[in-house]
């Protein structure tokens, strides 16, 4: 078989519809052998029942806990008999034949480790977290919209490829999980996902791996896939994300440079939430003395929480994450 597509579904039974359909769509043209395994991570949304009555030839999984995202990539794997494999979010559709075209990419670079495409966003812009660098104490300090927006493809973020003119597939350090394809025999070779993520970082993990292995992971900005991002996190407890994008950040770094990098990068988060709290304290005084919500102004209490949660998991790590992230 040429190809098996694995969609891990979370609370996510309205996107899995149109992705779904954009996939077969894609796949009726395309000519390549597939299948497709849906698995779902406990979250019983009425998938079950929509792809047996919908889509009967999509093979689906049920889990009965939610395993997190590695793990239940990593579990329809083990069904699945593609000699590539390609994993799609469930909030994601596909644009054109993005997916024969990371398939065809990825026979011609036998160098190539991961592979992946132009993520857009819901309104069709640019998605520019479909590419990145392996995190460091840098580049996550400074992590701030309006250093991207001045320097968009700065060596910092590793976007520079998104800005590239032509076609050509782009060496990159990292991928989006969102779709990302690679041989059956890389996967395998490298050790699948990694199990030290619940969600988030998995993907990067990934990417590490195959460069370590001495493949280059590509972007092919040709495959075009719309990515509305959050489908599933939305759905989790506030801070959801938040917390476990940094504690997975941290676990990564702990692994791929040390306990002491990993140790550093909480504190230089608790200083950079710290300074974004008093940052937004001056803001509010200011507005104060303009007149209060007379002033204008985007409101300040989401970016005060999420900050504030930062500050929380940074001194009180394991607490935090347990209020998130399900027993092992």
């Given amino acids: 078989m040429d190809l098996s597509i694995i969609i891990v579904n979370w609370n996510s039974v309205g996107y899995l519809r149109d992705c779904l359909r954009s ?6 043209a395309s000519g390549l052998d597939h299948e497709i395994v849906v698995i779902d991570a406990a979250s019983y949304d009425g998938c079950d029942r929509f792809v047996h009555e919908s889509h009967p030839q999509v093979r689906f999984v049920q889990c009965n ?29 596909v644009v054109g034949p993005a997916i024969a075209t990371l398939h065809r990419r990825l026979r011609e670079l036998p160098d190539a480790g991961v592979v992946g495409c132009r993520l857009l966003n819901s309104d069709g812009s640019l998605q520019t ?14 992590d701030f919209e309006g250093l991207r927006q001045r320097w968009p493809a700065s060596w910092l973020w590793g976007t520079a490829a998104l ?21 059956r025999e ?5 050790g699948r996902f990694s199990n030290e993520y619940f969600m988030y970082a998995e993907d990067i993990d990934l990417c590490h791996k195959t460069h370590a292995a001495g493949l ?43 306990r002491l990098y990993g140790a550093l990068y909480r504190v230089s988060m608790l200083g950079v939430a710290l300074t974004r709290l008093a940052a937004l304290r001056g803001v509010e005084a200011v507005r104060a003395l303009r007149g209060g919500a007379r002033a204008g102004g985007l409101p300040l209490s ?16 394991q607490a935090t994450v347990r209020q998130f992230e399900p027993a092992r």
């Fill in 23 to 28: 996939v077969e769509l894609e796949m009726r």
């Fill in 186 to 190: 890389v996967f395998e070779r490298i």
């Fill in 65 to 93: 806990r939610n395993l997190g995202f590695g793990r239940a990539n990593n579990l329809a794997f083990e069904l699945s008999r593609g000699e590539a494999v390609l994993f799609l979010n469930p909030d994601t559709e």
């Fill in 216 to 258: 280059v992971n590509y972007y092919v900005p040709e495959a075009r896939v719309i990515h509305h991002g959050g489908g599933c996190s939305q759905e989790a407890p506030s801070n959801f994300s938040v917390v476990l994008m940094r504690e997975s950040i941290c676990r990564f770094l702990g692994k791929t440079r040390g």
């Fill in 302 to 317: 989401g970016p005060r929480r999420k900050w504030q949660a930062v500050v929380q998991w940074s001194v009180r790590r």
């Fill in 163 to 183: 800005y590239a003119s032509g076609t050509a597939p782009q060496p990159v350090e990292a991928l989006a999980g969102a779709c990302v394809m690679l041989r």
């Fill in 129 to 142: 977290s479909c590419v990145q660098s392996f995190p460091t104490l840098l580049n996550q300090a400074l």
